[in-house]
Each structure stands twice: as C-alpha cells, then as structure tokens.
C-alpha cells in the first residue's frame, strides 16, 4: 500500500476494500487448522467420543453451524464491525451485553491461540529433533509468536497470501491421502454406517460433538473483517457459508475415509493400541501413500499450527482495536498504523499476553500439549459456545427491537432461538465434565470455565464505566461503520 493510499484513508480505521471472498475464507479457514483437526482431533474425538460415528457427529455440527449463520450473516447487512460478536451483542442485546461479550471474545481468542502455541512449539521441536536439532519446546513456540508478531502488525492481506498458501498445501496433503484410500476401498471395502443414528449415538456422543464443534473455532471471524472487505453486504455472507461449507464437507468425508480405511470393526483397536493417537491419519497416509509422505505432513502439520495462531492473532488484535476505538478500553488501542492501517496496537498487546504465558508455563515446567494446549483450547471451545449462544439470543433481540426490517420469522426467531437452546445444552455438558475432557485438576477444572463469568464481569464493568462517563458513547456500543 503507498503512503497516499494511506493518506485517504481517515485515521484510525482499518484498511478498506482489502479483503474478497477468498482472502477472507482463507483467515477463517486457517484458524479451524484444517490438517490439525483432521490429525489431533479427529482421532481423539472417535476414541473418546463415538467412534466410527464422527462422519455424522461433522453432519449435525454442520447443520448447527449453517443454521447459526442464518441469522449471523443476516445482521451483517446492517451491523458492520470487526467486534463481530461484541457489536451483536451490543446493538441486540445492549451496551452492558457487548461489553461483556468483548472481554469473553478476547479470552477465548487468546485462549485459542496461545494454546496452539502449546502445541507448535512441541511439534516443531520434535520435528527438529529428527533433524538432530535439540530445542526446547517454549524456543520453538517464542519464535512462532515472533513472526506471526510481524505479520500481524503489517497489512492484513499479507497475512492473507501467507494463509492461502499454507491452507493449499494443507488440503491437498490430505486429499492425497483420501483419494488413496478411496481408490484402495479401505481396509474391508466402502460402508456408509458411520453416518446412520446407531453410528452416531455410539459411545459418547456428547463428547463427539464436542471435539467436532472445536475444529470449526474460528469460522465466525468472517464479520470480524467486514470493515476491511470488498463490497461487505455480499463478501461477508458468502465467505461464512463458505467457509463453514468447505470445512464441513472436508471434515466430514476424511473422518469416514479414516474409518474405511481402519475398517471400521478395527478402528477403535487400532486407536487404543497406538501410544500417541494423534499419530493415526499419519499412519494411515504411511499405508496407503507411502512412507515418502509423513515427513511432508509432519511439516505441514507445524504449518497448519502457524496458520491458526497468525489467523487467531489476526481475530484478537481487532477485538482490542475495537475496544480502544469505542471507548472500553484506553484509546491508544483503538489505532492503526499510518501506514499498514493494521490494528498494530491490538497486535502488541496480544503479543505480550502470549509471551507471558508462554514464559509462565515453560517456568512452570508444565506439559505444552497435556496442559497448555488441551486446558485453553477447550477453555477457549467453550468461551465461543458462550459467545455464539449470546448472539443467538442478540439476533433475535434486534430484529424484535427493529421490525421494519422484512425477514421470514424462520430467520429472526426460528432459527436463532434453536441454536441458543442447542448451545446453552452443549455449555453445560462441557461445564460439568471439564475436568474429564481436558485431564485438569479438580480444582482447575472449576478455575478455567470461571475464568468465563470473570471475563464476562469485567466486561460489563468497563461498559458501566463508559456509561457513566459518556452516555452517547455508550449509546453507540458495537454500532461501527
């Protein structure tokens, strides 16, 4: 971008008409981690959860999400903010809601990301190790905030082109292994029962469901760059749709060819004899591809890690952006950089966040992947199940609040209604059996989901606060551009 590009646009506002359809799917796209889930969580989910029933577990997530984006991309067309889910929850709810909302976005965005980190760091050190390079696993994670730190302060189509490269090379090592197994038939041929109800209601369902809805965290960030897309009435809702679309398709047909190409009577077996169950697509692509190809995947793998922190660190820096630049946080967050119009100060801050828990855990001596990468990406899984079911519930509110906008009652009331119930369900079996998905404590398994109310307080704290202070600008909480 030149320096006069910079100079029309007004100060402190994000860069405008930066971003297409594509550009944005990939940011989302990446931050699901597409090759992660399909390697770490998928396995996990049919060895805790339902096993061979995961295809249809992926089905009913799918459906959940598509029907959640009904209304989401609906309150695009007339709410456009990078707050995406505090905006919602400020102009539907009210200015109280949305603060709260902002805080609890930027746990679970953090949350999120400096989890992966966990377990980038881990898996780039072992990757070197088989290179005869010996770094510790916090090394690695450092110098993977390092650079998503320049990437993220910089234009944010550049992290874009970075994203789309990656994401390819992502899918496509996956697909080789798919189209293997799929023209091998599988272990004992092709079945379709990994989509039937007795299939899906095996073993643990809940739990299932669970490890599905995490591989799609990050897919509801396609309203968080509606200020800097190309025609955002029609950018924002095609690549929501999209993105949820290609991810779900994606998941849905890998998890079953996983399972044809286990067998399906030899999946959980083969799952419980192997010491890392992550390792099993990895074997799955050394039988049917080749040995030539694991060490490609295990870079791809450290790859899809990098895409999801520099996406998440993208989703957080606009959320302190947003913050600052409406009041709820002190307004040097709420600027840009004269010359990258990138939320620069948000990226700071962020930076800063992940380089001190990074430090407190590698100090601590605590497992990157066991604590740091299972305890906050399940806590940020169910930050976003809270975020979601409130702007469900925010949906419905505005178009009660706003009737003069023509919409079918399936959109504004059906539809926003259902998922906010089906949610609030999930939250609370995630809640209660914490410590059984993530292996925490007793007392961490209260400590890490209270961290939620806790962000949530301090949230409607600062919104009172602005209240008191500026009623007009409290007034126009999550109103944007």
């Known amino acids: 971008m030149s320096k006069q590009a910079s100079a029309d646009t007004p100060a402190n506002q994000l860069r405008p008409d930066s971003l297409g359809v594509g550009a944005i799917t990939?940011?989302?796209?990446?931050?699901?981690?597409?090759?992660?889930?399909?390697?770490?969580?998928?396995?996990?989910?049919?060895?805790?959860?339902?096993?061979?029933?995961?295809?249809?577990?992926?089905?009913?997530?799918?459906?959940?999400?598509?029907?959640?984006?009904?209304?989401?991309?609906?309150?695009?067309?007339?709410?456009?903010?990078?707050?995406?889910?505090?905006?919602?929850?400020?102009?539907?709810?009210?200015?109280?809601?949305?603060?709260?909302?902002?805080?609890?976005?930027?746990?679970?965005?953090?949350?999120?990301?400096?989890?992966?980190?966990?377990?980038?760091?881990?898996?780039?050190?072992?990757?070197?190790?088989?290179?005869?390079?010996?770094?510790?696993?916090?090394?690695?994670?450092?110098?993977?905030?390092?650079?998503?730190?320049?990437?993220?302060?910089?234009?944010?189509?550049?992290?874009?082109?970075i994203l789309a490269v990656l994401v390819l090379l992502e899918f496509l090592v996956v697909i080789i292994v798919d189209v293997a197994i799929l023209v091998s038939g599988g272990d004992s041929g092709f079945t379709f029962t990994p989509f039937t109800p007795a299939a899906f209601f095996s073993g643990s369902p809940a739990i299932g469901l669970l490890f599905c809805f995490a591989s799609f965290v990050g897919f509801e960030a396609t309203a968080i760059y509606s200020e800097e897309a190309r025609d955002p009435l029609k950018t924002v809702p095609r690549a929501t749709y999209v993105s949820v679309l290609t991810i779900g398709i994606f998941y849905m047909l890998t998890s079953w060819l996983m399972v044809i190409g286990a067998g399906e009577a030899k999946l959980l077996p083969e799952l419980q004899s192997l010491a890392d169950p992550t390792t099993f697509l990895f074997a799955l692509a050394e039988r049917y591809v080749g040995s030539w190809i694991v060490p490609i995947m295990s870079l791809l793998f450290i790859s899809s890690l990098f895409a999801a922190v520099l996406a998440l660190h993208n989703a957080v820096a606009r959320y302190v952006y947003v913050g600052g630049r409406e009041g709820l946080f002190p307004k040097i967050c709420g600027t840009t950089h004269g010359l990258f119009q990138s939320p620069h100060v948000g990226s700071v801050v962020q930076t800063v966040i992940a380089i001190v828990v990074i430090a407190y855990f590698a100090i601590a001596g605590l497992d990157p992947v066991l604590a740091l990468f299972a305890w906050l990406t399940m806590l940020a899984t169910l930050a976003v199940m809270v975020l979601m079911a409130l702007t469900a519930v925010a949906i419905f509110c505005y178009f009660r609040k706003n009737p003069q906008l023509q919409h079918s009652i399936f959109v504004t009331t059906i539809a926003p209604l259902a998922v906010a119930v089906t949610l609030a369900a999930m939250i609370y079996f995630v809640t209660v059996n914490f410590g059984v998905l993530t292996g925490a404590s007793s007392v961490l398994a209260v400590a890490l989901p209270a961290l939620i109310p806790a962000a949530a307080i301090i949230g409607i704290l600062l919104a009172t606060r602005l209240k008191g202070a500026s009623p007009d600008r409290f007034a126009q909480l999550g109103f944007g551009i």
Not at 50 to 65: D, E, R
Not at 134 to 155: E, K, M, N
């Open 26 to 161: 990939f940011l989302v796209v990446s931050a699901a981690a597409p090759l992660t889930a399909t390697a770490g969580g998928v396995p996990m989910s049919m060895l805790l959860g339902n096993g061979a029933g995961i295809p249809a577990a992926f089905l009913v997530v799918v459906a959940v999400l598509l029907l959640f984006s009904v209304g989401y991309v609906t309150m695009t067309r007339y709410v456009r903010n990078a707050g995406a889910f505090y905006a919602y929850a400020s102009q539907g709810i009210g200015g109280i809601a949305g603060g709260a909302a902002s805080l609890v976005a930027i746990l679970a965005y953090n949350s999120m990301q400096i989890g992966v980190y966990g377990l980038f760091g881990a898996a780039t050190a072992g990757f070197l190790a088989t290179l005869g390079i010996t770094l510790p696993w916090w090394a690695c994670a450092f110098a993977g905030i390092a650079i998503v730190a320049v990437c993220g302060y910089r234009h944010v189509d550049l992290s874009a082109k």
